[in-house]
């Protein structure tokens, strides 16, 4: 038989705890990567000399360079210097770099979309320019591209899978020991596509909804 | 630097296997893009639905399950993959997917009126496709067509995971009979970006040869201003 029910039923419980890790590791490094994101595309705003460049060129890099070589390179190289760090952690820290790249281009265009009036009325009204940043710009570029980050939100969901290579115990690495202990590999990885199906669909939908009705900058 | 000097072959090797799946794979991208994209634009709605459920069901499962479940689990059904052949698949079904979105959206974008006066003109569909609407699509498709083939690129270490000896695979080869982590891991690293710029200097040129105003921005210009921003 190709399927077995019961077999694919007795490990679901198992599953299912895998994809609780993937969405813990999804919602913190989703907050990483919103805040990071945030803070390096108003350091390339301020054009710091050096600084910026050196920002900016990182985010390339980063966006220029597989997402499992970074892990492989900081899981691997941080006990060389005596950081001892759970897989998960190091996941959770690379994958939220790894996307900080992508989001603080996301914040850089919601940043430029702020209309140019609003900084000259609070040049006008005498605003000091961390105020100008706290209170005018940053509410203003942060709602413009919330739905932005929801698409990453959905990517990293799926991307996290790639860190059950530095064994990181989420869905993917639970299915692919449930498949090496019972020698099959359907079940597991079928359901496990399933459940991924089952939590991104929903997710891009309602947002895809939520971009229509608030539109969004790109 | 030294210790890894006789194991430059390796690296090279892996070279060449990654090359070869990113442009095995985005020769399937491209293939897949089209048909998933056309089929999405077609009057016929069975067509349409069932090229929006494969893109979703791409899309929506991770690249990674879809690898593994091609060189794991359809063995089961007496299909045995070789890694890759498994690895091209997979990339190419996945990046195809989202390609196809760039496919249906810049043509779905073109002017209403070219769709009218081909109609007026009594085009055929396949001609108005063919004669009209490709040809205007394709200057629009090249910057997001450049960024999926970027992505296809940094995607193809993945098929390391299934023992295809790229270079992410012969580096992890390298790193654990020499020790040098940070050294090995570093070069690969350089490596993969430079094959990203790579990719990023033929859209350039693309850009430049498909552009309907013939700009001639020099060429390190426009990767230059690819590399300050909006992707």
């Not at chain 1, 890099?61 to 390179?73: E, K, N, S, W, Y």
């Not at chain 1, 860190?163 to 299915?175: C, D, G, H």
């Not at chain 2, 070219?114 to 009594?122: F, G, K, S, Y």
Request: charged content about 15%.
């Amino acid at each position: 038989m190709i399927w077995d029910n019961a077999f694919a039923i007795s490990i679901l419980p198992k599953l299912l705890q895998g994809l609780v890790t993937t969405v813990q590791i999804t919602i913190a490094g989703m907050a990483i990567a919103a805040v990071l994101g945030l803070i390096v595309a108003v350091f390339r705003f301020l054009r710091i000399p050096v600084l910026s460049q050196v920002l900016g060129f990182l985010v390339y890099f980063i966006r220029g360079t597989p997402l499992l070589v970074q892990a492989f390179f900081v899981f691997y190289v941080l006990p060389e210097y005596g950081i001892a760090m759970s897989a998960l952690l190091t996941g959770i820290i690379v994958i939220g770099i790894n996307y900080s790249a992508y989001t603080a281009e996301v914040y850089r265009s919601g940043i430029e979309g702020v209309p140019v009036g609003q900084w000259e009325a609070s040049t006008a009204l005498n605003l000091p320019r961390a105020r100008t940043w706290t209170r005018i710009v940053l509410p203003q570029a942060v709602r413009r591209v919330v739905p932005l980050l929801g698409n990453y939100l959905i990517q990293m969901f799926k991307d996290s899978a790639i860190l059950s290579a530095i064994t990181v115990y989420e869905l993917m690495s639970v299915a692919k020991a449930i498949g090496q202990s019972e020698f099959r590999y359907i079940e597991p990885f079928t359901i496990a596509a399933l459940l991924f199906l089952i939590v991104s669909v929903p997710c891009t939908l309602v947002l895809r909804r939520l971009e229509t009705r608030y539109g969004t900058v790109h | 630097m030294d210790a890894i000097a006789e194991y430059l072959p390796l690296i090279r090797q892996g070279l060449v296997t990654t090359v070869e799946v990113t442009v095995l794979g985005a020769v399937l991208a491209l293939v897949v893009a089209f048909v998933l994209g056309l089929a999405r634009l077609s009057t016929h709605r069975w067509l349409r639905w069932t090229a929006a459920c494969i893109v979703e069901f791409l899309r929506g499962t991770s690249l990674v399950v879809q690898l593994f479940w091609l060189f794991f689990a359809l063995p089961f059904f007496g299909i045995q993959l070789t890694a890759l052949f498994a690895g091209v698949l997979a990339l190419g079904l996945n990046e195809g997917a989202y390609a196809s979105e760039v496919v249906r959206g810049s043509i779905a974008s073109r002017p209403r009126g070219q769709t009218e006066a081909a109609i007026a003109l009594n085009m055929t569909p396949a001609l108005r496709m063919r004669r009209i609407l490709l040809p205007q699509s394709v200057p629009a498709m090249l910057p997001p067509m450049g960024n999926v083939m970027v992505d296809l690129l940094k995607n193809s270490s993945l098929v390391s995971l299934v023992t295809v000896a790229d270079l992410t695979f012969n580096a992890g080869l390298i790193r654990s009979s020499t020790g040098e982590t940070a050294l090995v891991y570093g070069i690969i690293l350089i490596l993969y970006f430079l094959l990203s710029l790579v990719i990023s200097a033929i859209v350039a040129l693309l850009e430049r040869r498909f552009s309907p105003t013939r700009e001639r921005r020099p060429l390190l210009t426009s990767l230059a201003g690819r590399m300050q921003g909006v992707s």
